[in-house]
């Protein structure tokens, strides 16, 4: 992996990288120079950038048919093209050029597509509008012929011998685990994906996402290897353990970027790059950066330092996010469609604090310093005892890090099963960070009280991220008192357990336990014993389970 240093926090790369013996014994070319233009051979628009890059799109589907850098093609596997989703079929395309700036357009049905070319640049700038469900469109995939970027690096890599789990979860002879789904990367961490190999580079530079939905901690397919070749992605919507509705409107521009090798220019970054040039080009639903408005904010004050704070903004037509600054919390959004938006700050992943922002074309709304309420943030409740930490994630649980690039059969991952002391040390490293009904529900955590603790009620709660087939815990304490079933908070409707992904809805749940139920003798452990119900799921892995964010007894 590689990143660049000097750029803000929450704003990270993600290269894949591969060996140059690959992809130079499958792949051989010469360079290519010509002027800058298009032709048409009848099937295909032919464009030339004018620098090493040339380019086909189909006029009949729209689909990009051929990349070829430096003389060498780079498109296709099994036979298919790079296109929306697996391809729009017949489509009405047209072409035109402007100045330095050619524009393909794609119309199918609703949506409307677009390829751009700037003379110079060995870039694709490309567009989607989707305007309703009419259409399924929900990613750009470029598709890369075999041999070019062959490595099997990270977990993407989908050619491992034993399907596991539906038809996109494999297992390797050694016992690892693959699967296009395993990213590791929520999307505000990245903002390319791609391969490098050989002095050449291939990437997606990925759009803002602000018609895309799940929000800045949101995960979904980025890239994957297969035996006949690889695919990067540009999601435009992903319904895996989603949060949101869809959005419709314009997504871009995200860029397919070719390089000698190294990372793509920093200039075509998202929040970074604005195209003037694109203005004038009639791309249905576009906005240039005068019809935007910004929102800054002076500061977050009452902050826990140990965490990172993200601001976002979202409504039912878009969604934006940006890093609050270490020393006082100073946030700035930009790029932002006019509207009246839900402001959101995060400790962590964790919400702690929201309210209502209004932002106007060409204008900037401040807003003064934003006072957490102590009583919004779990962790500043004085607790007995705590396993884990309140931020949303269930970060420093056992096997939570593997779990964003593995499946919970994977080899590499510490048994599911276990019980927990309190006092021991280590406690939160060793609970697991998922529970399921049929792998490890009824785990048992031991703890001891003070005689004036043993006496009072006090409050437990368990905090999660999400759950699949509505598993909720239900809690029983020395086998004497025994919660309620409580009701299943919303929840995304897919997998996400399994999938590389613990992001859903934050909840918590709270239980009052009696005094009644602790034990008298204060040399004694209480027991406490938490099970997932749910009447759904079917068995394993893919029973009812849910992700721990921290489980506390207050004082």
């Given at each position: 992996?590689?990143?660049?240093?000097?750029?803000?926090?929450?704003?990270?790369?993600?290269?894949?990288?591969?060996?140059?013996?690959?992809?130079?014994?499958?792949?051989?070319?010469?360079?290519?120079?010509?002027?800058?233009?298009?032709?048409?051979?009848?099937?295909?628009?032919?464009?030339?950038?004018?620098?090493?890059l040339?380019?086909?799109?189909?006029?009949?589907?729209?689909d990009?048919?051929?990349?070829?850098?430096?003389?060498?093609?780079?498109?296709?596997?099994?036979?298919?093209?790079?296109?929306?989703?697996?391809?729009?079929?017949?489509?009405?395309?047209?072409?035109?050029?402007?100045?330095?700036?050619?524009?393909?357009?794609?119309?199918h049905?609703?949506?409307?597509?677009?390829?751009?070319?700037?003379?110079?640049?060995?870039?694709?700038?490309?567009?989607?509008?989707?305007?309703?469900?009419?259409?399924?469109?929900?990613?750009?995939?470029?598709?890369?012929?075999k041999?070019?970027?062959?490595?099997?690096?990270?977990?993407?890599?989908?050619?491992?011998?034993?399907?596991?789990?539906?038809?996109d979860?494999?297992?390797?002879?050694?016992?690892?685990?693959?699967?296009?789904?395993?990213?590791?990367?929520?999307?505000?961490?990245?903002?390319?994906?791609g391969?490098?190999?050989?002095?050449?580079?291939?990437?997606?530079?990925?759009?803002?996402?602000?018609?895309?939905?799940?929000?800045?901690?949101?995960?979904?397919?980025?890239?994957?290897?297969?035996?006949?070749?690889?695919?990067?992605?540009?999601?435009l919507?992903?319904?895996?353990?989603?949060?949101?509705?869809?959005?419709?409107?314009?997504?871009?521009?995200?860029?397919?970027?070719?390089?000698?090798?190294?990372?793509?220019?920093?200039?075509?970054?998202?929040?970074?790059?604005?195209?003037?040039?694109?203005?004038?080009?009639?791309?249905?639903?576009?906005?240039?950066?005068?019809?935007?408005?910004?929102?800054?904010?002076?500061?977050?004050?009452?902050?826990?330092?140990?965490?990172?704070?993200?601001?976002?903004?979202?409504?039912?037509?878009?969604?934006?996010?940006?890093?609050?600054?270490?020393?006082?919390?100073?946030?700035?959004?930009?790029?932002?469609?006019?509207?009246?938006?839900?402001?959101?700050?995060?400790?962590?992943?964790?919400?702690?604090?929201?309210?209502?922002?209004?932002?106007?074309?060409g204008?900037?709304?401040?807003?003064?310093?934003?006072?957490?309420?102590?009583s919004?943030?779990?962790?500043?409740?004085?607790?007995?005892?705590?396993?884990?930490?309140?931020?949303?994630?269930?970060?420093?649980?056992?096997?939570?890090?593997l779990?964003?690039?593995?499946?919970?059969?994977?080899?590499?991952?510490?048994?599911?099963?276990?019980?927990?002391?309190?006092?021991?040390?280590?406690?939160?490293?060793?609970?697991?960070?998922?529970?399921?009904?049929?792998?490890?529900?009824?785990?048992?955590?031991?703890?001891?009280?003070?005689?004036?603790?043993?006496?009072?009620?006090?409050?437990?709660?368990?905090?999660?991220t999400?759950?699949?087939?509505?598993?909720?815990?239900?809690?029983?304490?020395?086998?004497t008192?025994?919660?309620?079933?409580?009701?299943?908070?919303?929840?995304?409707?897919?997998?996400?357990?399994?999938?590389?992904?613990?992001?859903?809805?934050?909840?918590?749940?709270t239980?009052s336990?009696?005094?009644s139920?602790?034990k008298?003798?204060?040399?004694?452990?209480?027991?406490?014993?938490?099970?997932?119900?749910?009447?759904?799921?079917?068995?394993?892995?893919?029973?009812?389970g849910?992700?721990?964010?921290?489980?506390?007894?207050l004082?």
């Amino acid at each position: 992996m590689s990143g660049s240093a000097h750029r803000p926090v929450g704003r990270r790369t993600f290269v894949l990288a591969a060996t140059a013996a690959a992809a130079g014994t499958a792949l051989t070319g010469t360079a290519h120079a010509a002027a800058f233009g298009w032709s048409d051979d009848g099937s295909n628009y032919i464009v030339d950038t004018g620098a090493q890059l040339v380019f086909k799109v189909s006029k009949s589907t729209g689909d990009l048919t051929s990349l070829v850098y430096r003389g060498t093609e780079y498109q296709g596997y099994g036979g298919m093209n790079s296109h929306i989703e697996s391809g729009l079929g017949a489509s009405t395309v047209g072409i035109s050029q402007s100045g330095s700036t050619i524009l393909v357009s794609v119309t199918h049905g609703t949506l409307k597509h677009y390829y751009a070319a700037r003379s110079g640049e060995n870039n694709i700038y490309l567009w989607t509008n989707k305007a309703d469900t009419s259409v399924s469109a929900t990613r750009y995939i470029v598709r890369v012929k075999k041999g070019a970027f062959l490595n099997d690096e990270p977990d993407s890599y989908t050619y491992a011998p034993t399907t596991i789990e539906a038809s996109d979860v494999f297992r390797k002879s050694d016992g690892q685990t693959r699967s296009k789904h395993y990213s590791k990367r929520r999307v505000m961490d990245y903002d390319y994906v791609g391969w490098s190999a050989g002095g050449v580079g291939l990437w997606v530079v990925r759009s803002n996402h602000e018609k895309a939905s799940g929000g800045p901690f949101y995960r979904s397919l980025l890239r994957h290897q297969s035996a006949d070749g690889g695919g990067l992605y540009e999601i435009l919507y992903y319904g895996q353990n989603q949060t949101e509705s869809q959005r419709f409107g314009l997504q871009g521009p995200y860029v397919i970027a070719f390089t000698d090798g190294g990372a793509p220019s920093s200039a075509l970054f998202p929040g970074t790059l604005t195209t003037p040039w694109a203005d004038s080009l009639g791309i249905s639903g576009y906005v240039p950066a005068s019809g935007r408005g910004k929102v800054a904010g002076v500061g977050i004050s009452g902050r826990n330092s140990a965490y990172p704070y993200t601001v976002g903004l979202a409504n039912s037509a878009a969604q934006y996010w940006g890093s609050a600054r270490s020393s006082d919390g100073y946030f700035s959004i930009g790029g932002v469609l006019p509207g009246t938006y839900t402001l959101t700050v995060f400790k962590g992943e964790l919400a702690v604090y929201t309210s209502s922002v209004s932002v106007s074309a060409g204008g900037t709304t401040t807003l003064n310093t934003i006072a957490l309420p102590s009583s919004n943030d779990p962790a500043n409740a004085v607790a007995i005892w705590r396993i884990g930490d309140w931020n949303g994630t269930p970060g420093g649980f056992k096997n939570a890090d593997l779990m964003t690039y593995a499946h919970p059969s994977d080899v590499r991952a510490a048994s599911w099963t276990g019980n927990v002391v309190i006092g021991g040390g280590g406690e939160t490293a060793a609970f697991p960070c998922y529970l399921w009904k049929d792998v490890n529900s009824g785990l048992l955590v031991y703890f001891r009280l003070t005689a004036a603790q043993a006496a009072a009620a006090h409050t437990l709660r368990i905090g999660v991220t999400t759950a699949y087939a509505n598993g909720r815990p239900q809690i029983t304490v020395n086998d004497t008192w025994t919660s309620a079933i409580p009701s299943p908070p919303t929840q995304p409707n897919t997998r996400s357990l399994t999938n590389g992904s613990y992001r859903g809805n934050n909840h918590t749940f709270t239980y009052s336990v009696p005094a009644s139920a602790w034990k008298t003798d204060t040399s004694q452990y209480n027991v406490l014993r938490i099970d997932v119900v749910s009447g759904s799921g079917a068995t394993g892995f893919l029973s009812a389970g849910t992700a721990i964010d921290a489980i506390d007894l207050l004082a």
